[in-house]
């Protein structure tokens, strides 16, 4: 295991053959078909998706159509991790053992409505990769709060900022001890194509969640998506990491950010978004403790 | 396949996209690096690049999002008005 | 051999070879899930089984192996199928053929194991083919005609079959089996031709339809579903001739044909309902039982035919639609010319034996004499007279 016959990722050996067609019904700048038209690129053409109700399943666009040049099979916002797990289990007693399952799915059919059926399979060790784009709310029914919003942000159904802080579902997926669990952020393509590999290269349950910046629902100009997902990696608010094999690793810039003073000012990633205009200096003083707890709690799983 | 109601893949599955943008791309290849982030962060995949590594857009389908701009170190992608 | 109604649904799937089964235990259909984990745990399976967390994850799970072209299996009951209740719809709506057995029990609150009918009928607008069984027998039969109703081409649409809480799930009676051989020659090995999940023939399923699209793709549904009637029949004949036991298709008439009084039926109690006949016809009654064993397609041409020139008929609904009445009750009234009388009864387990239907029968006739209007009646309740 480990990096055996593992060969990273880069800009140039990223296929050019696009699996994700253009003219889909994605928001302009959105960061989680930006990550699906990469990922796919890494996937191949032998991956069947599976999508909950989410912006994903929205994006496909209207019937007879769809983006996808791979299979997608849409179904109830609870159900993704149940349904891969029916799939995989249809493949393996068809004796098809070289096709990728892969759940792509929002926070909100992640982090609440969709938990249960994602602890159940990562419980039973149902042999799938789970992909949470995590756009932070429940953005395809309008920028409603989910468990993943994080502390400050003002979503529809929080106006004046959301009191209790975002839900650790990364954290929740490594109680499961599954093989792999990682956070990826879609400003970093080729270290979330090096995660999905590896992901891929492991029987079992694996586990990505994915920084996914909204435009309109962080309340920012469209071609800032890139910038956004920098800053909140480089604020150190976004840890990038993968935790396989007992222990941690920092992957990316999150690796020289684990000293303090190295990191960006918070304020740099809050005052790009519109959601957080409401977080006072206390709010932001509440929000930066969290996260030192946060590099605390990462760092001490990076023990050797 | 089952007569069921199955989609197929096609560009444009949200309509033609392209006419959703107020400000379109343009390349200036005199200033292309060819670092191709331009192509790695467009989330609609229309960046294309070529095999000497030049790129190019097909506009049919761009949004107009502004992010190849915004990515590009040299500065070789300027959002110009179309509306 | 001997078994319960759960043990011979087991040996029916068996038979079948379904190929993956996702369940969650629920009292009472335990021991179907538990016989089946036997059987694949000791080899005699090949089935793959996913020891869900849910009844929601369970048909979610059975929906995934389906769409990719395998045979699928579920069990469940009451609670368990209202939960899973949003995943039978869309199992329904997209055509998928998951065959599940529910032994139907009473809702809750307040908590009950026993039997009720309405946890079944709660899903009767989801595109099922729904099938009651009456014996466990026909439990067992049941269960491999399932499989080839639902993976008729042209059905391609689930089958739930139900069996009675305790009077039927946990009752002994003789079972006879077809034989390995046998259920092969009925049921070949799912070709898989329903899928729509292929890597070969890429396909998105289940993306936005318009408002211009959607009633084509229900009436497909509805078409293929009221198509399932010719289809349940020939299933059923067929498995007469392999079987060489005669075989229940959509109703099954018991001395119907000259009745002054017919009681309609569903489930296993109309085994007592049949001896009641038995017992008024020695007296001078000419009572009969007509056994609805498929509610969806709602046999309408059929149950209209055996109630035929029938002035009295009794249906006992053990079940309830609150600010309506009995759902059989009404379902039949609306396709026969008299109204019949709509006796609510057995719900929670309450008991309903011979001396009940022949209590009913007689109190069917009493009222048609009479001309009476009432025509819902609780039957059984506490403060009534006993029946007989």
Sequence with gaps: ?304 | MVDAPLSKATEGAGGLTGMWRIKRPEVDSSRCTKCHLCWLFCPEGVVRRGSKGEVWVVYEFCKGCGICAEVCTPRAISMVREV | MFATGNHAVAYGVKAARAEVIAAYPITPQTQIIEKLSEFIERGEMGAKFLRVESEHSAMAACIGASACGARAFTATSSQGLLYMSEMVFWAGLGSFPVVMAVVTRTLAPPWSIWNEHTDILSQRDAGWITIMCGSVQEAYDTAIQAFRIAEDRRVRQPVMFGLDAFSLSHTSERLNLIGQEGADAYLPAPEGHWRVVDVQEPATFGNLVGPERMMEIRYSVKRRVDDSAGVIEEAASEFSRISGRAQTGLVEEYRTSDAEVILVVVGASSGDAKDAADLLRDEGIRAGVARLRVIRPFPAERIGAALGGCRNVAVVDIDYSFGYGGIIGHEVASVTGVRPFNYIAGIGGRDLGVRDFAGIARDALRRGEAGDERREIWWGMKDSKPSL
């Design chain 1, 1 to 304: 295991m480990g990096n055996e016959g593992f060969k990273a990722f880069t800009l140039k050996s990223l296929t050019d053959e696009e699996y994700y067609l253009p003219g889909n019904a994605a928001c302009p700048g959105c960061a989680a078909v930006m990550a699906l038209r990469i990922g796919l690129k890494v996937l191949g053409p032998r991956t069947i998706v599976v999508v909950p109700a989410c912006c994903m399943s929205v994006v496909q666009g209207y019937y007879p159509k769809t983006p996808s040049k791979v299979p997608i099979f849409n179904t109830a916002f609870a159900a993704s991790a149940a349904t891969g797990a029916g799939i995989r289990a249809a493949l393996d007693i068809k004796g098809i053992r070289d096709v990728n399952v892969v759940c792509w799915a929002g926070d909100g059919g992640t982090a609440d409505i969709g938990i249960q059926s994602l602890s159940g399979a990562a419980e039973r060790g149902d042999d799938l990769i789970y992909v949470c784009y995590d756009n932070e709310a429940y953005m395809n029914t309008g920028t409603q709060r989910s468990g993943s919003t994080p502390e400050g942000a003002r979503t529809t159904t929080t106006i004046t900022g959301k009191s209790e802080w975002k839900k650790d579902v990364p954290g929740i997926m490594m109680a499961h001890r599954i093989p792999y669990v990682a956070t990826a952020c879609t400003s970093y393509p080729i270290d979330f194509a090096n995660k999905l590999r590896r992901a891929v290269s492991m029987k079992g349950t694996s586990y990505i969640h994915l920084l996914s910046p909204c435009p309109p629902g962080w309340r920012y100009p469209a071609e800032k998506t890139v910038e956004v997902g920098k800053l909140a990696v480089e604020t150190g608010a976004w840890i990038l990491y993968e935790w396989f094999e007992g222990r941690c690793r920092l992957t990316g810039p999150s690796i020289g950010l684990a000293e303090r003073s190295k990191r960006r000012p918070l304020e740099q990633y809050l005052e790009i978004q519109g959601r957080f205009s409401n977080a006072d200096p206390s709010k932001i003083a509440e929000m930066r403790r969290r996260i030192d707890e946060e590099w605390e709690r990462i760092l001490g799983l990076c023990h050797d």
